[in-house]
């Protein structure tokens, strides 16, 4: 008879703890939810007083490649000339601040333990970085053939990725493909 109470008392106990460790679980990932979303909003917010043009109005395309990876930002309608302008505009300034190895605007909206970003900013030198423009836009491509700094790339641009939510997606890993806007 304690045997079987003892059994009992296992099992009941055993799915207690499943039951607690299944909501826990679902709390944890609702909570994750919500504050990866608060954070987004933060960043959009911060974003708004670095970045010149409307980012409900354009997309940050981030593609990582072998040597580093092209981040490009592009206007959602090709024709809105002013989205374009502005994208043209900040980019080539940030691109120019990149090469003095000056990422304060980029840890100004995402923090300054945005990954990557202190690697970037001590070994900037050891990054080429080109501007160029785009049909509807604007595009920053960083190379290196430092292993630790490509890496570092890579991690930047996921941080972005993450931060940046709907504002943003991953480009082709060969770094060929381009946003759909300019194909």
């Not at 923090?111 to 070994?123: F, R, S, T, V, W």
């Not at 050891?126 to 836009?137: A, I, M, Q, T």
Request: charged residues 25%.
């Amino acid at each position: 008879m304690a045997s079987s109470r003892r059994t009992v008392l296992v099992a009941a106990a055993s799915a207690t703890l499943t039951v607690a460790a299944t909501l826990g679980v679902l709390w944890a990932a609702g909570t994750f939810a919500i504050q990866q979303h608060s954070r987004q909003a933060a960043v959009a917010e911060r974003g708004a007083s670095v970045m010149p043009f409307d980012l409900e109005k354009t997309t940050h395309v981030f593609t990582p490649t072998e040597s580093g990876g092209v981040e490009e930002v592009v206007a959602d309608d090709p024709t809105d000339e002013k989205q374009v302008s502005l994208i043209r505009g900040h980019l080539e300034k940030e691109a120019a601040a990149f090469r003095r190895g000056d990422y304060s605007d980029p840890s100004s909206i995402h923090g300054q333990d945005m990954p990557g970003l202190k690697e970037l900013e001590a070994d900037h030198e050891k990054v080429e970085v080109r501007y160029s423009e785009l049909p509807d836009g604007g595009r920053i491509e960083f190379s290196t053939g430092d292993p630790t700094l490509v890496r570092a790339l890579h991690r930047w641009f996921d941080a972005q990725l993450s931060d940046h939510g709907a504002d943003a997606e991953r480009g082709g890993a060969s770094g060929h493909e381009q946003h759909e806007g300019h194909r």
